[in-house]
């Protein structure tokens, strides 16, 4: 039987190095009542605030209602002082975790930094290329970038097109900083399954087969079949 079988519906399961295999599931493009009954129910979600539209005491609600979840909210929708006052919110309404976008005004960071070291929620500094998946150096030197904010996961999404970009994304996980690492796109799908497996803090999956909040993100049930059947080899 495979270690993480008893995990069905939840997220979590031990992989067979030792290290804890998570799959968060991304929350975004749903009512309030369904991102509540989301959250009462799965182990590890992140809440895409950018693409809820909650109410400041809905963020509240959603975010005590559950001890593991991440906060994230892209520039977008919301300028960065709404943007601002929504994390901040979530971390004092108990967010387990926070993403900060690398490339964030430095205002906007040290808030949301100050505020999550206060409160103890873990601060992931994320960085995305929607286009390509850089070269080696340029991801080195991102992930020296991230280092300085001094995060509790470095988080690096590409769009991957092939599977030297795929390679190239796995290999940041050679590292002793704790990593979290997304290829997206149909070319990324390999390195959601097996990221998790090789050391990435989690990986990312989607709610419904038809409410994927990233290009490539595969459905919650099929990617733990997958990462289930990788354990059994
Ligand atoms: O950064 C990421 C990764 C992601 O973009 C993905 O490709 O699964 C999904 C986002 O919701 C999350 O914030």
Same mark, same amino acid.
């Given at each position: *039987? ?11 399961? =031990? ?6 295999? *998570?799959?968060?599931? #991304?929350?975004?493009?749903? /009512? ?18 950018? *693409?809820?539209?909650? /109410? ?7 975010? #005590? ?37 690398? =490339? ?10 100050? $505020?999550?070291?206060?409160?103890? /929620? ?29 995060? =509790?996961?470095?988080?690096? $999404?590409?769009? #991957? ?22 290829? *997206? ?24 087969? =038809? ?13 733990? $079949? ?8």
């Amino acid at each position: *039987m495979p270690e993480c079988a008893a995990i069905a519906s939840h997220a979590i399961c =031990d992989a067979q190095n030792g290290h804890r295999v *998570m799959i968060c599931i #991304a929350l975004g493009n749903l /009512t309030y009542d369904e991102c509540l009954h989301a959250v009462n129910t799965l182990d590890f979600a992140e809440i895409r605030l950018d *693409m809820l539209a909650l /109410t400041h005491e809905q963020v509240a609600t959603v975010f #005590a209602a559950n001890s593991n979840l991440i906060a994230t909210c892209r520039p977008g929708k919301y300028d960065d002082d709404e943007r601002q006052r929504l994390l901040l919110n979530a971390i004092a309404s108990g967010a387990a975790y926070v993403d900060i976008e690398m =490339d964030a005004a430095d205002a906007f960071k040290q808030a949301v930094i100050q $505020a999550a070291r206060a409160r103890g /929620t873990k601060i992931i500094i994320s960085y995305h290329d929607f286009e390509k998946t850089p070269l080696r150096e340029e991801l080195e030197y991102v992930v020296r970038w991230c280092s300085e904010f001094n995060p =509790d996961i470095i988080k690096i $999404a590409c769009m #991957a097109h092939s599977p030297r970009d795929n390679a190239r994304l796995l290999g940041l996980l050679d590292s002793d900083t704790p990593m979290l690492v997304v290829g *997206m796109g149909e070319r990324g799908k390999i390195s959601r399954v097996v990221s998790p497996l090789l050391g990435s803090f989690c990986t990312f999956a989607s709610y419904t087969s =038809d409410k994927a909040t990233a290009p490539g993100q595969l459905f919650k049930d099929d990617i733990q $079949a997958l990462i289930e059947r990788m354990q059994q080899l």
